[in-house]
């Protein structure tokens, strides 16, 4: 049952899996950005999970409010970015709970909604390299019949190989981009944190 307190579950564990890994997001930052994608996302999402679930009665207003908190609470590239990404989950959202197919979809128009405003491409080393993959192990698991729980943690298991695939790309957007050939061999920031969004959605959304 993915309803308001599912959520909020789910935001609430991301951002402590966001804080575990903040010195970890921002040491790769260090090596191919500009070293502030740990407190870049530790800030958006503390923000994200002192929302008030009382106030939401459904997760479409939650997922709106918390896509709202990232993109004018973080200034880098992540803020719009993951803030599109919950602001077009949030779209696929009906009623009190969301049905396994309709968060599929959501995801779905949540990594659209990235590459709208990001204009990558897989293989560029970004976010990109690790939501898409799991967006479609989640869309093709639920079609084959699976449990929102079960499509989530093959999506997770598909996020983490996107994400362990950055590592020798050369970056083609984003500030990484600007290091060109010296971006090889780092694991990209922002695809480690979509890949630490995917882990708590499976182990918080059944
Ligand atoms: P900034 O680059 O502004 O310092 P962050 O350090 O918080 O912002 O985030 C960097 C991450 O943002 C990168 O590792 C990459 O995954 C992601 N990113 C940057 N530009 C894009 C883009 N155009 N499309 C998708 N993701 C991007
Ligand atoms: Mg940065």
């Known amino acids: ?37 740990g407190s870049n996302m530790e800030r958006g999402m503390t923000a994200v999970a002192a ?19 990232l993109v004018s609470t973080v200034g880098g590239a992540s803020g719009p970015l993951f803030g599109t990404f919950f602001l077009r989950l949030a779209t696929a959202a009906t009623g009190p709970d969301m049905s396994p197919a309709e968060f599929a979809a959501g995801l779905e128009a949540g990594l659209a909604g990235v590459v709208a ?5 897989e293989g560029d080393k970004t976010m990109i390299d690790s939501l898409a993959p799991a967006v479609r192990a989640c869309q093709e698991a639920i079609a ?23 590592v020798p790309l050369i970056a083609r957007k984003g500030r990484a981009s600007y290091l060109g050939e010296r971006s090889r061999g780092v694991q990209d920031p922002g695809a480690t944190s979509v890949a630490l969004l995917i882990e708590s959605a499976a182990r918080t959304l059944h």
Request: aromatic fraction near 4%; proline fraction near 4%; charge should be negative.
């Open 51 to 69: 929302l008030d679930p009382g106030q939401y009665p459904e997760p479409a207003a939650l997922l709106k409010a918390a896509g709202m908190t």
């Open 144 to 166: 084959g019949g699976d449990s929102l729980a079960d499509a989530l943690h093959k999506a997770a298991e598909a996020a983490a190989a996107g994400r362990d695939a950055t």
């Open 117 to 121: 405003r990001g204009k990558a491409s």
């Open 1 to 37: 049952m993915t309803d308001t307190a599912a959520v909020a579950t789910w935001l609430a564990d991301f951002a402590a899996l966001v804080h575990e890994n903040a010195n970890l997001l921002t040491d790769l930052d260090r090596q191919i950005g500009d070293a502030d994608h």
